[in-house]
């Protein structure tokens, strides 16, 4: 099989408003286009001498553009079904790119499509197939009130959920009341997490996870930047609760053994969006493993749910809760529907649903 063309779609669309916030000085929801001025996404389309199609998308519609006529194009005529050949070439070009680390999975993940559709079965069996029934976390936006946290969270209790992650205020003591409420709410037999978002120094971290080792929560995720690998190892040493770290840092798996050489977290995140595509997550989960460690995927979506149920070292699915309405549906969204706290990953080949191509020909703004 060989690549024919690599296309990329850039559509526009008038930004909605923000329906969700994160921590103090963090953007919310959005790419911060302010509301009703044009924003710009990208669909990379990847065609094959077979017929197949396989693609991927992203937020950063003009600059993935400028990425696939420049240097993706060069990958065309290659054989889509060798994707650790092809993502060695496309981490050479970032070599000099620099390319964002969303671009640098797309191609893998389009490729990946192709594979999955080639071969008839979902991805979660082709990279491994450990269980396609994955329990899911409810992981919180930042909401405004003590009430609002109380609230949601026991909607989603009812819904099913018996785990749940914190974006909080940012405010260490807020913070800590809001994590030992969760405990009350949530009862002794749940499971809990909270996500620091990088906003705080060593001090006030480590100060912190004594609060979350106090109410038994099962990780204590990014309560720093991922720059100074010292704290974060001092902080692994003066905790007894794990801390998972490595989300957002680049250079996929060589980033993560420095990582783990350092002895700077107790559990490795990973994700399809954020390590280099399908390839670059399967390589830093496995690698995790290779050292007793678990890698937590991060974030929704087909690409993540798949690598959820091919991979032994994963407790939990990340499903983003926002609000009364959104919570209540969330059993009824389709393959990627959350019902009894649990998500079964679908069989179907591929990586999701394909739009009406000559639909998206027609809106694009720009096309390569």
Not at 127 to 142: E, I
Not at 203 to 221: I, M, Q
Request: aromatic content about 10%; proline content about 5%.
């Amino acid at each position: 099989m060989k690549i024919t063309d690599i296309q990329c779609y850039v559509l526009e669309r008038p930004a909605p408003p923000e329906i969700f916030r994160w921590r103090r000085g963090l953007a919310g929801s959005g790419d911060g286009t302010p509301s009703g001025e044009p924003t710009y996404s990208a669909i990379l389309k990847v065609e094959t001498d077979a017929g197949i199609i396989g693609m991927a998308g992203s937020g950063n519609g003009h600059a993935t553009a400028s990425v696939a006529r420049r240097r993706l194009k060069s990958l065309v005529g290659m054989d889509p079904l060798r994707t650790e050949r092809l993502w060695k070439e496309v981490w050479e070009i970032d070599r000099l790119e620099e390319m964002t680390m969303i671009q640098l999975g797309l191609l893998d993940a389009a490729c990946w499509d192709i594979k999955s559709r080639a071969a008839g079965l979902p991805l979660y069996a082709l990279l491994g197939g450990y269980d396609n029934r994955v329990p899911a976390y409810a992981s919180t936006v930042t909401w405004d009130t003590m009430e609002e946290y109380e609230r949601h969270i026991k909607e989603c209790m009812d819904e099913g959920f018996k785990a749940f992650k914190l974006h909080a205020w940012g405010d260490a003591k807020e913070d800590a009341r809001l994590s030992r409420n969760l405990r009350k709410w949530a009862g002794d037999d749940a499971d809990l997490m909270f996500d620091g978002s990088a906003g705080w120094d060593y001090a006030t971290s480590l100060k912190f996870g004594r609060v979350l080792e106090e109410a038994n929560f099962l990780w204590y995720e990014e309560p720093m930047r991922e720059f100074d690998l010292p704290s974060y190892t001092q902080l692994c040493l003066s905790l007894d609760i794990p801390v998972l770290a490595a989300e957002t840092s680049d250079g996929c798996h060589w980033n993560a053994a420095t990582w783990i050489q350092y002895r700077a977290l107790d559990m490795m995140r990973t994700s399809a969006h954020y390590k280099g595509g399908i390839t670059g997550a399967i390589k830093v989960a496995h690698l995790a493993e290779s050292f007793g460690m678990r890698a937590q995927v991060h974030g929704g979506g087909y690409a993540n749910a798949h690598l959820c149920a091919a991979i032994p070292n994963n407790d939990y699915y990340e499903e983003l809760v926002i609000d009364t309405e959104q919570i209540k549906n969330l059993k009824r969204q389709g393959p990627l529907a959350v019902a009894d706290g649990c998500i079964t990953v679908p069989d179907e080949p591929g990586l999701g649903p394909h739009p009406d191509w000559a639909e998206v020909e027609k809106k694009a703004v720009l096309i390569v």
